[in-house]
């Protein structure tokens, strides 16, 4: 008996539709975005359980807390969709795509056991390449004679170049937006 389970992700709750392999809609029910409810959720679920759900911010985690509970997992790039939306049409459309093979594109997430490590080698990128930023930018001010604040050599354009910069990527691991907060 196989299942294909459609995830459509918001912040506060989630809507999954259960399908048979046959594609007959078989249920659908809103889940809080926690995940002991998640877990839960499709555990309750008999049989070989095929999950997909849309790339977005929470795809990592959600990967790594649902993918030990079903027996295949598939993140799907996110495609237009044109008519009429509703959450629990998006959770049907994602598991009948799984199910007949018509996703357009798929996204691989790197396991759990490599999480740390793309992060440590995320954050040590971007503290390398600001400490070889602070250098030119103290290199440059002290051949003019001038020995200003940091804050006053700061140009817009500085502030501006940095905050779009966010991380630099890493091969084989997704890529995150910096948390630093923008000039305006």
Same mark, same amino acid.
């Given at each position: 008996?196989?299942?294909?389970?459609?995830? !459509?992700?918001?912040?506060?709750?989630?809507? +999954?539709? &259960? %399908?048979?392999?046959?594609?007959?809609?078989?249920?659908?029910?809103? %889940?809080?975005?926690?995940?002991?409810?998640?877990?839960? *959720?499709?555990?309750? %679920?008999?049989? =070989?359980?095929?999950?997909?759900?849309?790339?977005?911010?929470?795809?990592?985690?959600? $990967?790594?807390?649902?993918?030990?509970?079903?027996?295949? %997992? &598939? &993140?799907?790039?996110?495609?237009? /969709?044109?008519?009429?939306? /509703?959450?629990?049409? !998006? *959770? $049907?459309? +994602?598991?009948?795509?799984?199910?007949?093979?018509?996703?357009?594109?798929?996204?691989?997430?790197?396991?759990?056991?490599?999480?740390?490590?793309?992060?440590?080698?995320?954050?040590?990128?971007?503290?390398?390449?600001?400490? &070889?930023?602070?250098?030119?930018?103290?290199?440059?001010?002290?051949?003019?004679?001038?020995? =200003?604040? =940091?804050? /006053?050599?700061?140009?817009?354009?500085?502030?501006?170049?940095?905050?779009?910069?966010?991380? #630099?990527?890493?091969?084989?691991?997704? #890529?995150?937006?910096?948390?630093?907060?923008? *000039? /305006?």
């Amino acid at each position: 008996m196989e299942r294909v389970l459609g995830l !459509d992700v918001h912040a506060a709750s989630c809507t +999954l539709a &259960v %399908i048979s392999q046959a594609g007959k809609r078989l249920t659908d029910f809103p %889940i809080e975005t926690n995940g002991h409810a998640l877990v839960e *959720a499709s555990r309750r %679920i008999p049989g =070989r359980k095929h999950l997909v759900f849309e790339e977005g911010i929470q795809s990592a985690w959600l $990967y790594e807390t649902l993918s030990p509970h079903v027996d295949e %997992i &598939v &993140v799907a790039g996110i495609t237009e /969709s044109r008519g009429q939306k /509703s959450d629990r049409r !998006d *959770a $049907y459309g +994602l598991a009948e795509k799984l199910r007949t093979g018509a996703l357009a594109k798929r996204i691989f997430k790197p396991p759990r056991e490599f999480s740390a490590l793309c992060e440590l080698s995320r954050m040590h990128i971007t503290v390398v390449h600001e400490v &070889v930023r602070v250098q030119r930018g103290s290199r440059v001010s002290t051949a003019r004679g001038a020995a =200003r604040s =940091r804050a /006053s050599r700061s140009t817009a354009r500085d502030t501006e170049r940095i905050g779009s910069r966010g991380f #630099r990527r890493v091969p084989g691991c997704e #890529r995150r937006r910096s948390t630093r907060s923008r *000039a /305006s």
